[in-house]
């Protein structure tokens, strides 16, 4: 195989399939059925769906583990050392360390695609998937950015593939109990949501290392990097540690709130904010802070038959932060439930959710009986998308979506994603004002700058405390905003153009 060749066509396909995205429907929200602009062919699903994966030695096996009742044909991981005993386990599947040569020579054969990369490289490898017509499992969280997360739910719809993200927890049994209680009015209004983690239990807030190690033979760093600017290699970045550096991760934030704040968003409709703000722990060049909070607030939305949807303010808290205690909680509960809580204040109770939309209750201790609204899912996260891939062969236009179709989990990632870019622009000491629909900051001054701290240059020196700071040069802060919402990839990743 000349992998040269095969990168070239492959991305020489991925253009000419980007250019044929000019013509495109709106998004799809979630529980419609998408505008159908171009029938597609309905075609018997097999009885096995053939599956590619990409990114395997850490969640993606737990991933696959659950596909196993389809043909795992391909399967691609930068790193073979850490993925050696997931290669071994599917003996069958040919095996690849750069994604683009395993769709050169594969995609075509495939029906599905499952990703569980580091997470920079989600939206290059689900994009190009869903643009040849692959349905797609990715993992959380969807997209580093605000941009790739609205093309991906309008490729899906576009291309009319079953997609789900990897935030299980929307298909538990607590998230759809949490949903109904508040959609019969159990809680009533809510204006006001804290939710936490306690999260990173990875590195964070970190320089940026100056070492060169050397890139283990084992590894191909040049695919792990992929769509993100070249850097010298340190075992820092991966695997795992990843998620704690800008280019590769969304922090603590981007990480847990896909599992976190599912309720909410779902739960009181939330769309996109207007408002963010945030602080944190030194705001650093590369690394993600070791702690943050985090204010979004959202508009009124239009009422449920049961429920009004007032203006809310959503609050984020992670690396030890946490929301105050709401009032009535008996002392000694621990607020934290399986990695962290979301906690809704309404105007006649307040109810706690886990992590993953685990064990939700209220604090009035009442325990409602109320009318199911939502399907319930009897089978994993993995097996009902697997589900919806099937139904959606023989009706792309009229199937049962998974949970976490990109038609939700797309909006709900730019959410998240907005909140990590508030993290980084918290220089500017404002509440930045959110055009949701735009995709832009709109009162971010013309002339503002914004810096980021270097290195911390504490020392003892003969016996006194001394600070030596030193930051980045200014930036002017609009475009560095612009470039959080949609980032230049590097050459040779080509993102499908964005469908009208
Ligand atoms: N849903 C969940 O509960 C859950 C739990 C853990 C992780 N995750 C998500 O899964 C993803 C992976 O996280 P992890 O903890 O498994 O990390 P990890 O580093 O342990 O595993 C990632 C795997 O992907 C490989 N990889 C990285 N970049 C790649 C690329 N471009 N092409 C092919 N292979 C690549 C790595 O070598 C590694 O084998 C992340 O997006 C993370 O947020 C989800």
Redesign the pocket.
């Known amino acids: 195989m000349s992998n040269d060749m095969s990168r070239r066509s492959f991305l020489k396909k991925g253009t000419a399939v980007a250019a044929g995205l000019a013509v495109a429907p709106g998004i799809i929200m979630a529980g419609e059925t998408p505008k159908d602009n171009k029938k597609k062919k309905k075609v018997t699903p097999p009885e096995k769906l053939k599956i590619l994966g ?7 096996a737990a991933d696959l583990r659950e596909m196993e009742t389809e043909d795992i044909i391909g399967l ?4 073979w050392k ?2 050696d005993h997931i290669f071994k386990r599917y003996p069958n599947a040919k095996k690849y ?3 683009r040569v395993m769709f050169d020579e594969m995609l075509d054969q495939a029906d599905a695609v499952m990703i ?4 920079h ?2 939206a290059i ?1 689900a994009a190009q998937a869903i643009a040849a017509g692959k349905h797609v499992y990715c ?3 969807l997209t580093l950015t605000v941009y790739e997360a609205r093309l991906l739910t309008k490729l899906a719809a576009k291309h009319k593939v079953a997609t789900q993200m ?3 927890g929307s298909s538990g049994a607590g998230t759809r109990q949490a949903i109904e209680w508040l959609w019969n009015g159990e809680i009533g209004e809510v204006t006001r949501v804290d939710c936490f983690t306690d999260r990173p239990i990875w590195p964070q807030g970190l320089e940026k290392p100056t070492e060169v190690q050397p890139i283990p033979s084992t590894l191909n760093w040049d ?2 990097i ?1 769509p993100a600017p070249m850097r010298d290699y340190n075992e820092i970045y ?3 540690n ?2 704690g550096w800008w280019d590769f991760g969304t922090g603590a934030m981007g ?1 847990m709130a896909c ?1 976190i704040m599912h309720v909410p968003f779902k739960g009181l409709k939330l769309g996109y904010p207007i408002k963010a703000q945030a602080s944190s722990t030194p705001v650093l060049t590369d690394c993600c802070p070791s702690a943050e909070m985090i204010k979004l607030t959202f508009p009124a939305r239009e009422n449920l038959p049961k429920l009004a949807l007032p203006e809310v303010e959503v609050r984020w808290y992670d690396g030890g932060f946490k929301p105050e205690r709401p009032e009535g909680i008996p002392e000694g509960v621990n607020l934290n439930t399986d990695g962290g809580c979301s906690i809704f204040y309404g105007t006649k109770d307040i109810m706690v959710v886990g992590c993953y939309g685990n064990k939700p209750y209220l604090l009035s201790g009442r325990k409602p009986e109320v009318p199911h609204v939502l399907r319930e899912v009897t089978v994993s996260h993995q097996q009902d998308w697997i589900r919806a891939c099937k139904e959606c062969m023989v009706d792309p236009d009229n199937f049962t979506r998974s949970n976490s179709d990109f038609c939700e989990a797309g909006p709900f990632v730019e959410m998240v994603d907005l909140g990590v870019a508030a993290v980084r622009l918290q220089d500017l000491n404002q509440i930045l004002d959110w055009d949701g629909q735009k995709m832009q900051f709109t009162n971010i001054p013309a002339e503002a700058k914004i810096r980021f701290q270097i290195h911390d240059g504490f020392t003892i020196k003969d016996g006194h405390p001394t600070f030596a700071k030193t930051y980045t040069e200014p930036v002017n802060a609009r475009e560095f905003a612009a470039s959080l919402i949609k980032k230049q990839y590097r050459e040779g990743y080509v993102l499908p153009d964005m469908p009208e």
Request: charged share 25%; hydrophobic share 30%; with cysteine.
């Open positions: 990409v990114g395997i030695g850490g969640r993606g691609c991981d930068v790193d850490y993925a360390n750069d994604y569980a990369t580091a997470d490289t989600h490898i993992e959380k969280p990897g935030n299980q695919a792990f992929g991966h695997p795992w990843f998620r990480d599992h």
